[in-house]
């Protein structure tokens, strides 16, 4: 029996439930040098599953073995020992990458071809006929925002543009499993912004998304799970609400306050038994300012001659398997468009990490009521009301509360 | 932007109807003047409306199409006007010639992206190999330099030459230049293509792709071959335009003149001449054989011993000392040359070519040849070569031709031709010999000058689909300079194949090809122990040499037994057989057999192999 064939007796015996995309056991890879001697264990020994419709971060440093592990998946390594299964076949099954689109940490496109030559080129290796091909082509380079350098050839674009053709070439076949290798790498703000919206809303629409990158920024902001993984091996996974949770703070958002607000608030805090408290005035990101600059220079008609904003979600891509409509879905890019505003300060957030007995005795003590949870934080769709519609009669009730137990000082 | 250009098209047909049709109908109401002004006025504007698309909507690709040619036109134009001012007519021509190659290149190339349009992954990976091969600029400068050669070719062979051996030279160099470029050129862009999207990774977002490993190669090996194709094809049509360019121009005499149209410019079968009593050849090497046994017993065998039991090599040796000695004539000696098989030589209704080329054994008598020619018990004179005891004087070790009247062939469809080597003038001549190879041949028309030079074309095209598959194969394994080296080798190797074997032969001591393998090996290790105990070293080097190249000959295929260049240049026709067997063994065989290879390579490759 052939290697391979063996690998697809192994790759089917791998147990996988139906819900499972990717799913590695005990994978291993050693790179060998010239006389078969290890060189190199790029990964050791790692189990990985990514389920159907998730978002999936491999985080790691330079070296860690995230590209190798992307590259077991795609079937362009072979393990060294343990067995691979992505949607239950093995990586190398042709079939198979019918429904696999890949952007690699760099972008290997012919210099050659033009933006639209290059889709092209893809659209014919998924043997799409002419009528679909020109249309998802049309489509894709209106998303990323290149429609208008589209006859220019590759070879003359920025990183950041080769990195949109990219990734609209991951995009062509409208792939159920998104593997993305540092995918907002070169990239300006805007285009991150544009990839991470992307993003979201592939992830919205059923979509399985393998995102690999060592901008934790970028993956914090658009996954569900991740594994981070150092030295080939897997040491952390799991939500990232889970990783990232603070269980021994507690944050609370409000509209600007006065300092003598800001005073009653510590002090009703302590008298709390809650010392050790810090009222500052929150930064809006840079990442945001500089969106929002830019935003405001297009909106003003400046000219540019490179990438413009990408446009709207490629309407070909596939809904998510709930069948929402188009609405929906323009309707959560509108909402990731106001992600900005989201963090403004202007924005009311309560955002609640304490555990939940703190919670319920400080919130219940201050606010003499039942204590009431904030909105899910779960990505990727925070929804909050903006500044005019704030509810400032949390505060206000707190303020008052202070004032009821306190009494002013003659 | 689309609607735009077709506004603006509409416009320039509209513009172009008008003013034309307005023009006709004044001219045919006797306003000749008015008409003409009126088309005049038409053209310009129409030119200026041309122009100004051509600017605005140069982005749309076939507006962009269209500007090419229309700027290429005028360039050509133009420079073809500056070499006929400055009386360069040959420039002028060589501009030309040039120019309508590119732009069957261009129409080609065209036709070539619409085949493969198609949604089919390998078409893709053709297409995109074409848009390589033109784009990178590499194969660029084989094409510039085919169609360059072409084109120049006919003015820098010898115009004084006869015009017969000006279109012979022509044909000769341009198509083995053709054949030696573009086997250049496949080379490199096959070995290039495949060694550089593996190094520059672009291999990796294809084979992410539902495309396997073979659909990969196969489609590289189809966009090389096309690319071939086309190239052959424009090569082709330079070839042919710059050979009755060549066959128009004046040529030293009307003997010139009918010899272009009788010999080179044409089609013909070629029969060699047999004895008339078939046993004559083997009596003679049964002969030579038992005479060899008598002298050399060891080598030849004891006398009596079976014919059959001498080595392929002294059977080669032997056969060639035969037929020398039956291609030899002594002074005051006839003998006949008979061919046959020559039923369907008067289908053309032309004159049969005996063609021939004496030679003497010693001095001749002031560098000519006297000799007695009967065809069929006639004998043979012409005016101007025949003496007045009926003998024919012809230039010494010079090739002749004489036309021979096809209703002179006998029933059986065969010809006898007597040769007598006379004693012209009391003169005893010496031995008259031939070129046992084409010393004596009769050829007869069969078919035209085009459909030879496509079997020719044909038979390089199946050349280059072997060395795409060659290049992609050892490139799938091998890095650029790696597979580099090791194809050139096997292409020389394959090109001069009949060369290196003769080289061989005599190069060493070698095992006679008579014994068994096993005895073979045994031989080769005693010699070799010999010459080390001996310390014959260096004869032990090129036993050693001598064994690898004649293992290496053995798997690589032999270009030399399917070269059409000589056949069709002499105005010989290229059989069916050369085309079928080119198809079946370069085309078939062995492109499978490497592509087999090569594909067996590089499905189990790992190809980001050196991501760490």
Redesign the interface.
């Known amino acids: 029996m052939s290697q391979a064939a063996t690998q697809q007796a192994d790759a089917a015996q791998t147990p996988m439930s139906q819900d499972m995309a990717v799913k590695c056991v005990g994978l291993t890879k050693v790179f060998k040098d010239f006389w078969l001697r290890n060189r190199v264990k790029a990964v050791n020994d790692i189990d990985l599953d990514i389920r159907k419709g998730e978002v999936f971060g491999l985080l790691g440093p330079n070296g860690s073995g995230k590209s190798t592990t992307i590259k077991l998946i795609l079937g362009l390594l072979h393990p060294t020992d343990g067995r691979i299964a992505v949607f239950g076949r093995h990586p190398r099954d042709v079939k198979n990458k019918q429904r696999i689109g890949y952007l690699p940490e760099e972008s290997y496109l012919y210099p050659f071809l033009n933006a639209y030559e290059t889709l092209e080129y893809y659209a014919r290796l998924f043997h799409q006929k002419r009528g679909i091909r020109k249309g998802r082509i049309d489509t894709l380079l209106e998303m990323v925002g290149l429609q208008h350098v589209a006859r220019r050839p590759i070879g003359e674009y920025s990183k950041g543009m080769q990195r949109k053709i990219g990734l609209a070439q991951a995009l062509i076949n409208d792939p159920d499993l998104l593997i993305l290798d540092e995918p907002t790498s070169g990239m300006d703000p805007i285009a991150t912004a544009d990839v991470k919206r992307v993003i979201m809303s592939l992830a919205e629409r059923g979509k399985t998304i393998l995102l690999c990158s060592h901008l934790l920024s970028d993956v914090e902001d658009v996954t569900d799970r991740v594994a981070i993984m150092y030295g080939g091996k897997v040491r952390r996974h799991g939500q990232i609400d889970e990783l990232l949770e603070q269980h021994d703070r507690t944050m609370i958002s409000t509209p600007a306050l006065d300092p003598q607000a800001e005073e009653r608030v510590i002090q009703a805090l302590e008298s709390q038994g809650v010392c050790d408290t810090t009222i500052t005035r929150p930064r809006q990101k840079l990442e945001t300012l500089f969106l929002n600059i830019v935003a405001e220079a297009q909106a003003a008609g400046a000219a540019t001659s490179g990438a413009q904003s990408g446009g709207k979600i490629a309407g070909f891509l596939a809904t998510g398997p709930e069948g929402e409509g188009e609405a929906v879905i323009e309707q959560l890019i509108t909402t990731r468009s106001k992600l900005s505003d989201a963090e403004h300060p202007s924005d009311v957030e309560l955002t609640e990490h304490a555990s939940k007995s703190h919670d319920e005795q400080v919130i219940g003590s201050l606010t003499g009521g039942p204590a009431t949870r904030g909105p899910e934080t779960t990505p990727p769709a925070p929804s909050t009301p903006p500044q005019e519609q704030a509810d400032t009669g949390l505060i206000d009730s707190l303020i008052q509360k202070k004032d009821k137990q306190d009494p002013p000082k003659p | 932007m689309r609607k735009s250009w077709k506004m603006w098209l509409i416009v320039l047909l509209a513009l172009v109807a008008l003013t034309e049709g307005i023009g006709l109908l004044l001219v045919a109401q006797g306003s000749d003047a008015l008409g003409q002004v009126v088309r005049s006025l038409g053209r310009i504007v129409s030119n200026a409306w041309v122009i100004y698309g051509l600017i605005v909507w140069r982005?749309v690709p076939w507006v962009r199409r269209f500007g090419v040619i229309l700027l290429g036109t005028a360039t050509v134009q133009l420079m073809a006007l500056v070499f006929w001012a400055m009386g360069w007519t040959d420039m002028v021509i060589a501009t030309a010639g040039t120019y309508a190659m590119a732009l069957i290149f261009y129409a080609g190339l065209w036709l070539i992206r619409i085949l493969l349009?198609?949604?089919?992954?390998m078409?893709?990976?053709a297409?995109?190999l074409i848009?390589?091969a033109i784009?990178?600029k590499i194969a660029l400068v084989f094409i510039l330099g085919v169609a360059i050669l072409i084109a120049v070719f006919p003015f820098i062979i010898d115009q004084d030459d006869f015009l017969k051996y000006r279109i012979t030279s022509f044909l000769t160099w341009s198509l083995m230049a053709t054949s030696a470029l573009l086997s250049l050129m496949t080379l490199f862009l096959s070995i290039g293509t495949i060694t550089k999207e593996q190094a520059?990774?672009?291999?990796?977002?294809?084979?992410?792709?539902?495309?396997?490993r073979a659909e990969y190669l196969l489609g590289k090996w189809l966009g090389i071959s096309l690319l071939n194709l086309l190239l052959l094809s424009v090569a082709g049509s330079g070839i042919y335009a710059f050979t009755m360019l060549l066959e128009a121009q004046p040529a030293q005499d009307n003997t010139d003149r009918l010899a272009v149209q009788s010999q080179v410019l044409v089609a013909r079968h070629w029969v060699e001449p047999t004895p008339p009593n078939p046993d004559e050849l083997r009596q003679m090497y049964d002969d030579l054989l038992e005479r060899a046994r008598d002298e050399d017993p060891e080598r030849y065998g004891k006398p009596g011993d079976p014919h059959d039991e001498v080595s392929p090599a002294d059977r080669a040796d032997l056969i060639q000392k035969v037929m020398l000695k039956w291609f030899s004539i002594p002074n005051q000696s006839t003998k006949t040359y008979r061919f046959s098989g020559l039923e369907n030589a008067t289908q053309y209704a032309q004159p049969l070519q005996l063609r021939f080329k004496p030679k003497l054994a010693g001095s001749s008598i002031e560098g000519f040849v006297f000799l007695g020619l009967r065809i069929n018990g006639r004998p043979y004179t012409k005016p101007g070569i025949t003496t007045a005891q009926g003998l024919l004087k012809l230039a010494e070790n010079n090739f002749h031709v004489i036309d021979i009247d096809p209703r002179i062939i006998d029933e059986r469809g065969g010809l006898d031709i007597e040769i007598t080597n006379p004693t012209p003038g009391g003169v005893r001549q010496p031995v008259l010999n031939f070129n046992p190879k084409d010393g004596v041949e009769l050829l007869y028309r069969v078919g035209g000058f085009e459909n030879n030079l496509l079997r020719t074309l044909c038979v390089i095209w199946m050349r280059l689909i072997f060395l795409a598959m060659l290049g992609l194969a050892a490139g799938a394994y091998l890095s650029f300079p790696v597979a580099s080296l090791v194809c050139m080798l096997v292409y020389f190797t394959a090109a001069g194949n009949a060369y290196l074997a003769e080289s061989l032969q005599y190069y060493a001591a070698f095992p006679k090809d008579t014994l068994p393998f096993f005895d073979k090996i045994l031989w080769l290790i005693s010699r070799a122990l010999g010459y080390i105990s001996e310390g014959e070293y260096y004869d032990l080097f090129k036993m050693l040499i001598k064994l690898i190249a004649s293992g290496f000959m053995l798997i690589v295929p032999s270009f030399g037994e399917l070269n059409p260049t000589p056949l069709v240049s002499d105005g010989r026709l290229v059989p069916v057989e050369m085309v079928t067997r080119a198809v079946i063994w370069s085309g078939g065989v062995w492109t499978g057999m490497v592509g087999l290879i090569g594909w067996l390579i590089f499905r189990?490759r790992?190809?980001?192999?050196v991501?760490?």
Do not use: H, W
């Not at chain 2, 349009?117 to 992954?121: D, E, F």
């Not at chain 2, 790992?606 to 192999?609: D, F, G, I, N, S």
């Open positions: 982005e349009s198609p949604g089919v992954a078409f893709g990976v297409r995109t848009d390589e784009r990178m520059q990774r672009q291999i990796f977002l294809t084979l992410t792709k539902p495309v396997n189990g790992e190809l980001a192999r991501t760490v």
